[in-house]
């Protein structure tokens, strides 16, 4: 199972959503970042259930880190952070093994990694495993210090209108089911020249993280699908001064694959939660037939909510590598 991630800070996640614990090993972090239980917590905490349709799983998530010295500074050596797994219920997706859920990773998981994959929450396709994600995230922040992150959720089960998302989630929840969203991600600070033509474009680097999320089915630069509505005369970025500043923003931040000095803009569309407590019909394995299932579990009726956090720390993975290429 092939897990890791980056030319230069490379990742590896490990764990599953309900083993003893998940998290992250990360490579080439420079000696000399300071890395606290502290600095984690603003993220950590953002990405937290706190509201109704929000999962009801919680964990203290306390990160254990590892390969720091006595001052908490890293040494040049690979680091680990790690999240205990405490409050688990197994029990709730025992059935799985037989009884698939309709577009989730069960039945994919289990063919290719055999009988013996553990599935219990999800396993490694679960949302759980998000925490080390950020993880990831916080340390790769600390390596592009002068880029300033506003991410944020701009649209549920289609509607853009901010002060109706919690009515549409508890909405979704009370009827046993779920919606989906977008998060956009705005990066403002990040310098020119990241990124190379083709196979290590910004786009692309930026773009192959955040697919790691699980629910992700799409993601947009710019005005994406929206700009191939455009002329071109309508839609090209005039530069305006000597910087390269640009009177509108159309391209994202991103010419040719490469940085241009412009606020990075970037959207990610993430899937309804496929775990409803709504009755489906699924494939039975074991009866050879269609039949209903009824899944348990503790689920989000909304992952896009607690997703915002997620999308931002794998922007910046992507950049902060992309910065440690370019020295």
Do not use: W
């Not at 990773?105 to 490694?124: F, H, M, N, V």
């Not at 020119?192 to 089915?217: N, Q, R």
């Amino acid at each position: 199972m092939k897990n890791s991630y980056g030319e230069i800070l490379r990742v590896t996640i490990f764990g599953a959503s309900h083993a003893e614990s998940v998290g992250v090993d990360i490579e080439g972090v420079p000696q000399g970042l300071r890395l606290t239980e502290e600095l984690f917590a603003s993220d950590i905490e953002r990405r937290r259930p706190m509201q109704r349709g929000d999962t009801p799983r919680h964990e203290s998530d306390t990160p254990q880190i590892e390969g720091t010295d006595k001052e908490h500074l890293t040494t040049g050596g690979s680091i680990r952070i790690s999240f205990r797994n405490n409050n688990i219920r197994s029990k709730d997706y025992a059935h799985l093994v037989y009884h698939p859920r309709p577009s989730h990773a069960d039945l994919t998981q289990r063919r290719k990694y055999g009988q013996e994959a553990d599935l219990a929450g999800g396993g490694i396709a679960s949302g759980r495993m998000t925490v080390a994600l950020v993880a990831a995230g916080v340390v790769a922040k600390q390596l592009i210090p002068n880029a300033r992150f506003e991410t944020k959720l701009i649209e549920v089960a289609g509607i853009t209108d901010v002060s109706r998302f919690d009515s549409l989630i508890q909405e979704a929840h009370s009827d046993k089911d779920s919606v989906g969203g977008v998060v956009e991600c705005r990066v403002e600070g990040v310098e020119a020249s990241l990124g190379e033509p083709f196979f290590d474009s910004v786009e692309s680097t930026i773009a192959h993280l955040l697919f790691s999320i699980p629910g992700v089915k799409g993601v947009e630069f710019g005005d994406g699908f929206a700009g191939c509505k455009k002329r071109g005369s309508e839609r090209n970025d005039a530069i305006i001064d000597d910087k390269g500043t640009t009177l509108t923003n159309n391209e994202g931040g991103i010419n040719g694959g490469i940085t241009n000095g412009n606020p990075i803009i970037v959207r990610v569309a993430i899937k309804p939660t496929p775990s409803i407590g709504r009755e489906q019909h699924s494939y039975d394995f074991s009866s050879g037939r269609i039949a209903p299932l009824t899944i348990g579990g503790r689920h989000d009726a909304c992952i896009a909510r607690r997703a915002a956090v997620v999308v931002e720390a794998m922007v910046a993975l992507a950049l902060a590598d992309l910065k440690l290429r370019n020295l």
